[in-house]
């Protein structure tokens, strides 16, 4: 409801337009009125035809203010707590690994070694499936020249296929980190590796301190052979001599296990581990397993 100054406002102007004759016929007598009763500057106001006077916008324009108002005390607040930036650190670092263990890295070589393996068996298949026609098929050399040139198209291609079969052995074609809950309260590692005949073996870490660096060509880790726990000051760990733990073990495309990765520990501390069937020992992967941090890129 528009106050009250308003409404008169409103009433005088219409008047004005309907007795603007008059009113300039009286002039004298207006001014005279004018001056007794109320100041020129607010009669003057009053007889503007200008229905803008109003100001529909006048709550906005209180609104606007409220909200600048409330920026300010917002931009000028006091800078947060320690206890709420460590908060917010902690929440992020749990975004941080929650992100990594819904995260699948996949090797950017799989696909290459996947038609190099092919490529290299069709050729080993080939040249072995042909070898005999060179001793049928009608020519001048000797049989010693025939099974010379035979066996050396045999052996070239079965060396290139091993060679193959033994450089893409450790590639890792998919790796994943395993949940603490789902590991026994520690942090795992799911690793998957292709055969030559592109058969797949998931090899499972529960422990990755036993991954250690390996003098192997084209692999990067290895399962360690003797491990040796720190003091007992600085590892909570307690094992007894003879106590045995599977370390790491490997299953086929169908969750049957092919082989364990087994330690037997001794005295101070000290393990020997050996292995039980066929484990995946040895592998290979673009990633860095201690910086978890770049499977997120």
Not at 37 to 57: D, E, G, N, Q, R
Not at 69 to 75: G, K
Not at 143 to 161: D, F
């Amino acid at each position: 409801m528009l106050s009250r100054p308003l409404l008169l406002q409103r009433r005088l102007i219409p008047q004005t337009t309907a007795t603007s004759s008059r009113l300039l016929g009286n002039a004298t007598l207006r001014r005279t009125v004018t001056s007794k009763c109320t100041p020129p500057l607010h009669f003057a106001s009053a007889l503007k035809p200008t229905p803008s006077l109003v100001v529909p916008c006048r709550p906005f324009s209180v609104s606007f203010v409220r909200r600048s108002v409330a920026a300010e005390a917002a931009t000028t607040a006091t800078p947060p707590s320690e206890s709420t930036t460590s908060k917010d650190n902690v929440a992020e670092q749990n975004q941080d690994s929650d992100d990594i263990y819904n995260k699948l890295y996949v090797g950017p070589l799989e696909s290459t070694f996947r038609r190099l393996k092919i490529f290299s068996l069709a050729s080993l298949t080939l040249s072995t499936t042909l070898a005999p026609f060179i001793f049928v098929i009608e020519s001048n050399l000797p049989p010693t020249a025939r099974l010379a040139l035979a066996s050396i198209a045999i052996t070239t291609s079965a060396t290139s296929t091993g060679l193959v079969a033994w450089v893409g052995k450790p590639y890792v074609t998919r790796l994943r980190y395993i949940r603490p809950e789902e590991n026994g309260g520690a942090e795992g590692i799911e690793m998957t590796t292709m055969s030559l005949f592109m058969k797949e073996s998931v090899t499972t870490v529960y422990d990755p301190s036993f991954l250690v660096e390996t003098r192997r060509a084209f692999a990067k880790w290895e399962l360690a052979q003797k491990v040796v726990l720190p003091k007992e000051e600085e590892c909570p760990r307690q094992v007894t001599p003879g106590q045995e733990e599977t370390i790491a073990e490997t299953r086929d495309k169908g969750g049957n296990p092919i082989g364990r990765w087994v330690v037997t520990w001794g005295e101070n501390g000290e393990g020997t581990c050996r292995e039980l069937g066929h484990v995946v020992r040895q592998v290979f992967s673009t990633i860095s397993l201690s910086q978890r941090t770049s499977m997120l890129t």
